[in-house]
């Protein structure tokens, strides 16, 4: 079966711009969460939904907010950026949520702020 | 402060040696994560648990609720299990993540 699929792989964008990424779970999968990997802070999480619904949430700032529709692929959007956004955007897909048997994680978007 | 403590953060070993990984956290939690990152950024899960030991091929993972404490062992270790490995830990519907454990296995 196809894996978890994140677009676009690489992004540069300009302070102050926002962006937009994509990811499509594995098939059946209705959650989907998201990462944010820093040298520095290492592995975050940004937020996770479930059925088009936001169920739990990180702490990172209002400018961090997502989406998922309703065939549950998500997008998550960053508005504003700022050069410390830099850094490897994960998502994972799976069954039943963050508490359950284990999830699939996507090969990330690498995002640059310049 | 990172509530999820990992050792050692590097680790060098000869092929074929016994790896073990730690990791420590503070509070109550439903769950523990030990996932699998190669070079490049792929992650893959590895396991889950909540009690006791789960084994999958070369790889054991066990935790102590108790004593908080989880533990990654590698048996016969081969250069293709270079990778950072990384604990974490579910608790109140987030995911915590230890820094990482960078493994790098000489032929």
């Known amino acids: 079966k196809a894996g978890v699929t994140q677009t676009p792989r690489y992004l540069i964008k300009t302070r102050g711009q926002q962006v937009t990424l994509s990811c499509s779970p594995i098939s059946g999968h209705r959650s989907v969460s998201w990462y944010q990997q820093t040298p520095g802070q290492g592995l975050q999480f940004l937020f996770e939904y479930f059925s088009e619904t936001q169920r739990n949430k990180g702490n990172f700032p209002g400018r961090f907010s997502g989406r998922q529709f309703s065939n549950s692929r998500s997008e998550m959007n960053v508005s504003t950026l700022e050069l410390g956004d830099s850094a490897l955007y994960l998502c994972?897909?799976?069954?039943?949520?963050?508490?359950?048997?284990?999830?699939?994680f996507g090969s990330g978007t690498r995002l640059t702020v310049v | 402060k990172n509530e999820v403590e990992q050792s050692p953060q590097n680790l060098t070993a000869q092929e074929g040696e016994f790896i073990t990984i730690n990791c420590s956290y503070s509070v109550g939690i439903s769950a523990l994560h030990w996932l699998q990152q190669h070079p490049g950024g792929g992650i893959v899960s590895l396991f889950m648990l909540s009690s006791g030991k789960k084994k999958h091929g070369r790889l054991i993972a066990t935790i102590n609720i108790q004593e908080k404490h989880s533990s990654l062992h590698i048996t016969a270790s081969h250069p293709r299990d270079s990778a950072v490995y990384i604990c974490a830990e579910n608790r109140d519907d987030k995911i915590i993540f230890g820094k990482g454990t960078r493994l790098h296995i000489l032929p």
């Open positions: 994972a897909s799976s069954l039943a949520g963050v508490r359950g048997s284990g999830y699939t």
